[in-house]
């Protein structure tokens, strides 16, 4: 099968999820029928069952996308050669940054993740655990070295950075105040400053 049905070049999977990601945002998951999805791709039926098994699994990629992407940028972060401090720091901000450049993504999940069937809820969580044990990892190795305060449970640090990046797509606006970058710089530094003794 080609891998694109136009003369624009993307690719048919890119362009259903492109397509299903828009109309997940704009209308919810539940009230998007697959019909919709490919007809707003240029796509036959045959085209997406080709490359996603169901409309759950369009969901599922949504966000697994987008967490492959922030999994592979924490990686990056937590085994370069800087500082625990700058580190923490980096892989903060960045998460932040991500998710706000992918806000529909991330607003899709989390209004959405109890619809996947419960074998991706299970995978999606523990993909997510990963992500967070990672983070964990680099706040623990600042404790254990002396660099960050032991007064808070590092689990409780990450979660309390995750539950406001969680809360993003409820407040935040790309026509407001703030950039991603400068709100990203100032949850970083809330952190931190959690974080120093």
Do not use: C
Not at 57 to 75: G, M, N, S
Not at 81 to 94: C, F, I, L, M, N
Not at 115 to 142: C, D, M, T, W
Request: charged share 30%; aromatic share 8%.
């Amino acid at each position: 099968m080609p891998r694109t049905t136009d003369g624009d070049g993307t690719p048919v999977p890119q362009r259903l999820l492109a397509a299903a990601t828009r109309l997940f945002a704009e209308q919810g998951y539940d009230r998007t029928s697959v019909q919709e999805i490919v007809e707003a791709a240029g796509v036959t039926k045959g085209a997406l069952y080709h490359y996603f098994g169901s409309k759950d699994d369009l969901l599922h990629e949504v966000y697994a996308r987008l967490l492959r992407l922030q999994q592979e940028r924490l990686d990056a972060f937590a085994d370069a050669g800087d500082p625990v401090e700058k580190r923490v720091r980096d892989a903060a901000a960045d998460v932040v940054v991500t998710t706000i450049e992918n806000l529909d993504d991330a607003s899709i999940f989390f209004r959405s993740m109890h619809q996947l069937s419960p074998e991706k809820n299970k995978q999606v969580r523990a993909e997510r655990r990963r992500y967070h044990e990672r983070f964990r990892a680099l706040i623990e190795e600042g404790q254990r070295t002396g660099v960050f305060t032991r007064q808070t449970p590092a689990d409780l640090v990450v979660d309390y950075h995750f539950g406001s990046i969680h809360h993003l797509s409820t407040w935040y606006r790309p026509d407001g105040p703030l950039s991603p970058q400068e709100v990203a710089d100032h949850l970083a530094d809330l952190l931190l400053r959690a974080l120093r003794p």
